[in-house]
């Protein structure tokens, strides 16, 4: 009898010696209906957390549809594929609680809760063989070929009828740790919206149009049901890039991939899914080519004629899946090449692909025709005596010399990666690419026209690594330059702030900052991710540095280890007016009228992201009563020409 432990996310457990867990199979490998495949096997006596309760999942073999699991888990475990013809689908394992067993949190010696694919331990020939034979039956002979047996195809008969309606299962959701209470009231506000626009009452149109205007307030996506621009009969494009693993992509924008895919949501018969649409605009790294997958209805092994794309953390939510919401099974979805840009160069002289060893410290350089002094800004970062970072560089289409001085430094110095957009996507998101792409676990942004110490990294990472988990980020003062380097002064935010409440320390960096050298500051790169990072408007560093006070305290190394330079050709001393900044920050927004002022627009995004900050009711509320009050543009009119207004 499979007796439930009642696992919650984040709890510890051991899988049985494998010993034990065939003791619990019937004659065809199953426990419940759900087998223990072979690869498997190689997890056992190992340690993991609770990824997800797997009271619930989806079956894909009959129309698709939620069921009820009996007493089990998912752990951050996929199948490797190898005893089933190496199909590549890597489908997270199902474990039910009779293979597990509780450990203590602190016995679990600090290990890894992400696990990569494991491949079978063949050392128990004779336990591998029983299994072997139950997951593959061979063709004898039939041109059909061999008939495969997985979790997958044997789910319908693993699991129990679950109607969309039972109430039961999302009180388990919740209960579990699967889904906060936010997220599920996010899914019952849109399974309500989706179904009122689908009434058929006259209002579906109109209800698309007004979702998509209303939703860059609370940082969403377009629709996410839209179909295909391509009408029936007509053949969908094809773009082969190649995609090796290892390599980053930006998935493009809803709008362009919608112009690919027919109205009934296909690219040559691959299934573009709402699903999907949360991760366009997104840079992720390829995990790899799929070219052959298990037909869940039929078990048969089905070669694809065009590969195609996984992302590495890129996973179905179910957060727009009708009748199947907060399903935890995080399918992988399949993504064309054509939905996709590279943004790493296939080969490189400098093997400026994924290193195998994460660095401490990501240097992120966003650029745009900056050739004028990008020479210096590249040959004080390589100079640092902290060695161990890498640097990556974000070509926003430029014009000018930019992309061959990136390409002869990076051939001389392998800790660089350069990327180039094929077209000017704006500061922001040139900025955010970089965090998408970041591996170290300390991340810095470097200004193309800036020079740096020597010691800038050394002295940041020692006072970071110093700090205690609530300091978020280190930052120096600036010794200003001007175009030919000369010194003019030594300036400094006093934006130190020990403060434990996070409005206070939200507070200073809005009343105190004027040059905001804490925006190259050295932050933790998980802490980073948290945020919203950089919005699509001027200002929006402001915002962005507001909403990390919330969630740590800046500490300032009282020395001047930027030389910040101040020049003509700086970006917003070159753009003055309100439309050719907005146009500097989203190009798309260009020639187009605002709906809310600036002031008005930093106002709503401090208040929003005050009220979606990681913190307690009680602190968002006080952070969002500071974004009322505080006046919004204080400082900015003498930040855009990087100069103080007392100086004339």
Not at 497 to 519: A, D, E, W
Not at 565 to 577: D, G, K, V
Request: charged fraction near 25%; include cysteine; glycine fraction near 6%.
């Amino acid at each position: 009898m499979n007796q439930a432990l009642g696992l919650k996310v984040g709890d510890w457990v051991e899988v049985r010696p494998k010993e034990e867990i065939l003791a619990t199979l019937d004659a065809n490998g199953e426990l419940e209906g759900m087998p223990f495949m072979p690869e498997m096997l190689a997890y056992c006596g190992q340690r993991f957390q609770v990824y997800k309760s797997a009271h619930k999942t989806c079956d894909t073999v009959f129309p698709v549809r939620g069921r009820r699991v009996h007493a089990a888990v998912h752990l951050s475990t996929r199948c490797s594929g190898d005893a089933h013809g190496g199909c590549q689908a890597a489908c997270l394992l199902f474990w039910k609680d009779a293979w597990l067993k509780r450990v203590d949190a602190a016995s679990s010696s600090g290990g890894p809760t992400t696990i990569k694919i494991h491949r079978a331990d063949s050392t128990d020939g004779q336990a591998e063989a029983r299994l072997q034979a139950c997951a593959k039956r061979a063709a004898n002979g039939s041109a059909e070929g061999d008939t495969y047996v997985c979790q997958a195809t044997r789910l319908p008969y693993a699991t129990s009828g679950l109607r969309w309606w039972d109430i039961r299962q999302y009180i388990d959701d919740y209960k579990s740790g699967n889904a906060s209470l936010r997220r599920m009231l996010s899914g019952l506000v849109y399974s309500w919206y989706f179904n009122l626009k689908n009434a058929g009452i006259g209002v579906g149109r109109p209800m698309e149009l007004i979702y998509d205007l209303l939703h860059p307030i609370w940082g969403g996506t377009l629709f996410p049901r839209k179909v295909g621009t391509i009408t029936p009969g007509h053949a969908t494009p094809i773009e082969e890039l190649n995609l090796q693993p290892g390599e980053y992509v930006r998935v493009k924008p809803h709008r362009e991939i919608l112009k690919t895919i027919t109205d009934n949501s296909r690219n040559r018969g691959l299934w573009w899914d709402a699903e999907m649409v949360p991760y366009c605009g997104g840079t992720y790294r390829v995990l790899r080519r799929v070219s052959k997958i298990i037909d869940e209805k039929t078990g048969k092994m089905q070669e694809m004629k065009t590969p195609c794309i996984i992302l590495d953390g890129v996973v179905c939510q179910s957060r727009y899946s009708t009748c199947r919401y907060f399903c935890p099974r995080s399918i992988y979805p399949y993504w064309r090449e054509i939905w996709l840009e590279r943004l790493t160069p296939r080969t490189s002289d400098n093997a400026s692909t994924v290193m195998s060893k994460a660095p401490t410290v990501t240097l992120g350089l966003p650029v745009r025709n900056g050739a004028r002094y990008f020479r210096r800004a590249l040959s004080s970062l390589l100079s640092q005596s902290f060695q161990d970072f890498e640097l990556l560089i974000s070509d926003n289409a430029s014009t000018d010399e930019t992309e061959s001085i990136c390409k002869e430094f990076a051939s001389r110095d392998s800790r660089i990666v350069y990327a180039r957009n094929a077209q000017d996507v704006g500061i922001s998101e040139n900025h955010n690419l970089l965090v998408g792409r970041a591996r170290g676990r300390y991340f810095k942004w470097a200004a193309h026209d800036d020079e740096y110490a020597p010691t800038m990294l050394e002295r940041c990472v020692a006072a970071l690594d110093a700090a205690p988990a609530s300091v978020v980020m280190v930052y120096s003062q600036y010794e200003l330059i001007d175009h030919a380097g000369r010194v003019i002064g030594i300036v400094s935010d006093p934006v130190d702030s020990r403060s434990k409440l996070p409005c206070i320390r939200m507070g200073s960096v809005l009343v105190h900052s004027t040059f905001y050298n804490f925006t190259y500051g050295l932050v933790r790169t998980e802490v980073l991710r948290r945020t919203r990072l950089y919005g699509l408007y001027p200002t929006a560093d402001r915002v962005l540095f507001a909403e990390l006070a919330m969630l740590g305290e800046f500490r300032e190394v009282r020395e001047p280890l930027i030389r910040y330079r101040i020049h003509p050709e700086t970006s917003m001393r070159a753009r003055r007016s309100p439309q050719e900044r907005r146009a500097l920050f989203n190009p798309a927004a260009a020639g187009k009228r605002p709906l809310l002022s600036e002031e008005r627009r930093v106002h709503l995004e401090l208040i929003l992201r005050s009220l979606k900050c990681q913190q307690r009711l009680r602190d968002r509320l006080l952070c969002v009563a500071v974004a009322l009050t505080v006046p919004p543009f204080r400082p900015l009119q003498d930040r855009w020409t990087k100069r103080p207004a007392a100086w004339g």
